[in-house]
């Protein structure tokens, strides 16, 4: 029997939960709407915010993307806005870390920063830290304050919270670059930070390593040589790849193959498809049946 395919709910940042705008939240899992730490969480949803989940009880599996997640006491899950999530867990509760990215951006001036920690973009590497006990207690603490501040609201609470956030996502990178490696300083690689914001904006259009060049003022040798020395992979094959994540998204939302290809503009689903494989070992309609059927 085919896997049913379950429509996506999208989940919006609740601006205005503690009455004045609020760009950032701290909350247990279980205390979040139609969360119950003893039930199973089944939907399948995307964000339009950035999470940081440091579980705190239980086991299970968190799907991002089709990916799968496995998780503990201790582990940090990351998340970024889109991606498709879907749980399968029993007994599980965590704290969570939520925000959107403007809420520090008209503070501090830094377009940049959040697309620059390794951890909400690991290009192939883990979306899951493993913490020591010491170190998962002392970021619970840590996440308990915040929301603490957060429920007595002050006048001065904004520029503490955008502060302790802003510390918060430094500490996390720190261990996760000793961890797993990357770029500490967040302040460099901001070319290929650019490149990155260029292609999200423009992937469906725009294709070719030249246009992006163009745009962001280097020549495609140079923009390749920097993209290459920080991610890892040519331009091209990171174009390549955020065409292929798109496509798994709406391949998990629903849509049949030849359908993806032309939202993701293709014209001719066949090359979509022999594109998709290359890229995943599998078929567009094989890797839909496959998630769906992990996830059941």
């Not at 950032?24 to 139609?34: A, K, R, S, T």
């Not at 339009?48 to 991002?64: A, N, P, Q, S």
């Not at 809420?103 to 909400?120: C, G, T």
């Not at 567009?284 to 059927?293: C, I, L, T, Y």
Request: glycine share 8%.
């Amino acid at each position: 029997m085919k896997p049913a395919s379950l429509p996506i709910r999208n989940i919006a940042f609740l601006r205005r939960k503690y009455g004045p705008e609020l760009l950032v939240d701290v909350g247990w899992l279980d205390e979040l709407p139609g969360v119950h730490k003893l039930v199973s969480i089944s939907e399948p949803h995307r964000l339009d915010f950035h999470d940081i989940l440091l579980v705190t009880e239980g086991t299970g599996v968190l799907w991002l993307d089709g990916e799968a997640i496995r998780f503990s006491p201790g582990s940090v899950i990351f998340t970024t806005p889109g991606q498709v999530r879907r749980w399968r867990a029993r007994r599980v509760n965590g704290l969570c870390l939520f925000f959107k990215d403007e809420f520090l951006r008209v503070f501090f001036n830094d377009a940049l920063f959040v697309h620059r920690l390794s951890y909400f973009h690991p290009r192939g590497g883990p979306r899951r830290l493993v913490l020591s006990r010491h170190d998962a207690n002392a970021f619970r603490i840590r996440f308990l304050d915040m929301r603490q501040e957060i429920r007595n609201l002050g006048g001065d609470s904004y520029h503490l919270l955008r502060a302790l956030l802003y510390a918060e996502l430094v500490r996390l990178n720190r261990v996760f670059v000793e961890r797993f490696g990357g770029p500490v300083d967040t302040h460099s690689a901001a070319l290929t930070v650019r490149f990155r914001q260029l292609v999200d904006a423009e992937f469906i259009r725009q294709r070719q390593v030249a246009w992006y060049a163009k745009e962001l003022g280097v020549t495609p040798g140079h923009l390749s040589v920097v993209v290459r020395r920080e991610l890892g992979e040519s331009a091209k094959s990171y174009v390549t790849s955020r065409v292929v994540t798109e496509a798994k998204r709406l391949l998990l939302g629903g849509e049949s193959a030849q359908r993806t290809a032309y939202l993701i503009g293709f014209s001719d689903p066949a090359y979509f498809g022999r594109l998709f494989c290359r890229v995943t070992g599998t078929s567009p309609g094989n890797f839909r049946r496959r998630v769906m059927a992990d996830q059941a």
